[in-house]
């Protein structure tokens, strides 16, 4: 495991989806308002962060690899820092299309005495328009994607990915051998069809799929994946379970890795690592039960930290040697 590890080094991985800024105020509450009787925040700190599938390229870059986004932002102050963030953590941006028409997403947490007191999200979530969505497609089958080692749609349900887009990409992928790994969300979830490897989680499999799928029930869990796995003519799936640990499968063979016990702070970001690490492993060709192994670690490593941060490479090495 641990030279598999070192192969993730110079790995070229299109990241398209939604990104976002993670935005926090930070400060002291010592008095309520005149004007109405609430807190009032004395801010000394803003700070802010790489969220949605920025920070899934954020993972990646720590593991070695080299990720190119690819979304749509506005033309906004948000999207002027959003791409500060990015060139400061070496992330290409060649695949971004701003947009006066859209906002750049961001989330802005209110802290007081390291609790969350608000959070303000300024966002869109309708589609994309069309002009937009064909300007991002074309960026990426012309100029981006005959270079890449593997293909990540990062879906958050904020309007960047499309079926349309989805078909498109996917199509051209398999034409050049590029395997295509996805993280889904329920507006697009019947959308991705014939991709390499599908990682929903149990939440996700229920709206998307409609069906309930408990994996305490082994023999009904299966079927419902083997029915998803028909209808979207998918290679392989990995269900994430929480504190059940990942299942992956190809539709014949189930693979059940369990949980890591661990003392947990926080599972915020354990998403992303997950679906960084599987699709590296899954551009270097390795076996399901590599994959959901691997993959499976590096979720439980993030947990132990508090808020979301990126794998740390040489933990997830030295972890790995244990598999």
Known sequence: MKEIIKKFEGLKVLVIGDVMIDAYLIGNVDRISPEAPVPVLAVHKKDF??????????????????????SVIGEDAEGNELLALLEKSSILSTGIIRSKERLTTTKTRVMAQNHQMIRIDNEQTEQISEVDSYLLTQ???ND????ADVVLFEDYDKGVISETLIHQIVAHAHKLNKKVVVDPKKRNFLHYKEVDLFKPNLKELKEGFKRDADPSDQADFELAIK???????LKNIMVTMSERGVMISDGTQ??????????IADVSGAGDTVISVASLCMALGMSNKEVAALSNLAGGLVCEEVGVVPIDINRLAAESQKL
């Open 144 to 147: 981006l994607l005959p270079a």
């Open 227 to 233: 029915d998803l796995m028909r209808s979207l003519s």
């Open 254 to 263: 189930f693979d059940y890795i369990p949980a890591h016990l661990r003392k």
């Open 139 to 141: 960026r990426i089958i």
């Open 49 to 70: 962060r790489l969220g949605g599938a920025a920070n899934v390229a954020l993972n990646l870059v720590a593991l070695g690899a080299k990720p190119i986004l690819c």
